[in-house]
């Protein structure tokens, strides 16, 4: 037996180009730093909402800037295809439904989160007058 066993060298910093599913976990882990920056502008605007009308005009003026929607933007599309599909995607295997002997197939778990989203999305939107 050898004192050295072989062990592959691996790259410290490229070692998720190589596959899909590496890339896919990399990019939704960076997400990770828009969540925080999105932390940071809510703090941000709740304090100038306290602070009185005029510091709560100039951060909604400052979020107007076409950088700043572009920002959002990206947020949306982020979190929408690297945070939401995959969370739904695993709620079968988070919470598995068991009725009786069988278990609800996973489809019907997806779908009924879908559902629930829309739901609470739609509420949410007639709760704030746009629909």
Known sequence: MSRRPY??????????MR???????MLREVTCLLVGFYCFLTIWGLGSLAAGPLQWNAFLESQQNSLMVAF???????????MT???????PKAMPVQLGE???PDQ???IGHYVAWALVSLAVFWLAGVI
């Open 72 to 82: 959002h933007a990206a947020a949306l599309i982020f979190y929408l295809f690297y």
């Open 108 to 110: 019907v778990i997806v």
């Open 19 to 25: 596959n899909g599913r590496y890339r896919h976990y």
């Open 7 to 16: 062990v592959r060298p691996v790259s410290k910093t490229t070692w998720y």
């Open 102 to 104: 069988n278990k609800l």
């Open 85 to 91: 599909f995959d969370w739904f995607k695993l709620a």
